[in-house]
């Protein structure tokens, strides 16, 4: 069954916001750290962003500090992946995912750490 789910994904222009929203059904989500990845043609799934089960803790990947923020709603079970001032290089699919661990610990930044994967959604970032 469908554990996670993105929306939100569309084309976009260099410098517009957009913000992707993940739909939880697992029954643990408010348990699990969440993380955002993301995936261009002929490259490897790169970290974006991670939170804590809490919300208390977030980390970014360094192609992101300081444009995207991630956040979470646990009563709703979603996440969020917030992009401002968007640039081609931002042009992938982007993938949430949980892991059963409340804290960002360990290899968080790497898509072994997380057990639940989204299908994905396209953003498109056109110059």
């Known amino acids: 069954q469908v554990q996670l789910e993105e929306y939100g994904g569309r084309l976009a222009q260099a410098g517009d916001s957009l913000r992707l929203d993940c739909a939880a059904s697992l029954r643990t989500f408010g348990s699990c750290s969440v993380g955002w990845f993301r995936q261009a043609p002929g490259k490897e799934r790169e970290f974006v962003a991670a939170m804590s089960a809490s919300g208390g803790t977030t980390e970014y990947g360094d192609a992101v500090q300081g444009r995207f923020t991630i956040t979470r709603d646990n009563a709703k079970k979603m996440t969020y992946l917030h992009m401002g001032n968007l640039k081609p290089e931002d042009t992938a699919v982007y993938y949430c995912?949980?892991?059963?661990?409340?804290?960002?610990?360990?290899?968080?930044?790497?898509?072994?750490?997380?057990?639940?994967w989204g299908q994905g959604t396209q953003v498109t970032v056109s110059s």
């Open positions: 995912a949980a892991r059963p661990d409340l804290y960002l610990t360990g290899n968080f930044r790497q898509r072994v750490a997380y057990t639940y």
